[in-house]
């Protein structure tokens, strides 16, 4: 039997890079996928399809979680496909900004912490009544919580640092929910991956940032979504159940 066979789970930002290796992997380990998207129904579907072709069960849902009712209106949608329980919720949707800490504005900073940080707190708060013994949050943070990526200062070299705190905000979310809801039997933890080929990470097709991202990490070669994925889905899954309260690096080794 699969590790995740009979289990409901909710991949936010599924249609596409992280995400969407996400949805594929708790697929393919047997849950049914509720594949959340923001604005690509196309890919969203298309990955709903690809699950069922494949014998899984998937359903896509709509919500923009950079709204202060996206979390709400994601909830109730879910609510109605899983009735009273969700094994498996991966908060995963997010945006970036690259850009020197000079030109950040305050409306790209409150963007980058709505969706980032508000969006998955909500999520969370929203869906708890369908949370219990067993049931495993995952929330994607970043390396750059912990470590400044490439060498900000040099020209053409992009910084991160509102970005960067979103996802520090989110490392400790972990500590505070898995500590709240351990007495549940509900379990917390992050991955923080380091640069992985999407479009999110699109500097790593040129040759200049190709070069800095291995020139980071201890094995050389760009991090894939299913390396991300994986992870995630064993977190997700009964093989990690004495872990709570961990920020996973899957990052090939990066700022050691
Ligand atoms: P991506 O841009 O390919 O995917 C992000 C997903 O989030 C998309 O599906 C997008 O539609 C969704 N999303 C964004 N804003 C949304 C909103 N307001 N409402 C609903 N959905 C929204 O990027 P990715 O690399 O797959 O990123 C996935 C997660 O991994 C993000 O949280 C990101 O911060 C994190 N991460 C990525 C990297 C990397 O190098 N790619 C590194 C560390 C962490």
């Known amino acids: 039997m699969s590790t995740a066979t009979g289990k409901t789970a909710l991949v936010t930002g599924a249609s596409r890079g992280i995400g969407r290796a996400t949805a594929q992997a708790l697929a393919n380990a047997g849950a049914q996928v509720l594949v959340h998207y923001g604005s690509s129904a196309a890919e969203a579907n298309s990955l709903v399809n690809e699950i069922r072709a494949l014998g899984g069960q998937g359903e896509a849902l709509q919500a923009d979680l950079g709204d202060p009712d996206g979390a709400a209106m994601l909830s109730d949608q879910v ?22 800490f000079e030109d950040h504005t305050i409306e790209e900073f409150d963007r980058l912490f709505a969706t980032n940080v508000r969006g998955p707190f909500f999520v969370v708060q929203q869906l708890l009544t369908l949370l219990g013994e067993g049931s495993s949050v ?15 200062g040099q020209a053409g070299v992009p910084s991160f640092p509102a970005y960067a705190a979103t996802k520090g905000a989110l490392d400790t979310l972990v500590k505070h929910w898995a500590f709240a809801l351990g007495p549940r039997g509900i379990r917390v933890n992050a991955v923080a991956p380091g640069v992985i080929a999407t479009d999110m990470s699109s500097f790593t097709r040129t040759e200049g940032g190709r070069d800095l991202t291995l020139s980071m990490q ?35 080794g990066s700022k050691l």
Do not use: C, H, Q, Y
């Open 138 to 152: 995952i929330l994607v943070s970043s390396l750059a919580a912990r470590a400044v990526p490439g060498n900000p």
């Open 79 to 100: 609510r109605m496909i899983v009735r009273d329980r969700l094994d498996i919720l991966v908060a995963n949707a997010g945006i970036t900004k690259a850009a020197a």
């Open 218 to 252: 201890a094995l050389k070669r760009i991090g894939e979504p299913s390396d991300v994925a994986d992870v995630i889905a064993f977190l997700a899954s009964e093989k990690s159940r004495w872990i709570t309260g961990v920020i996973l690096p899957v990052d090939g």
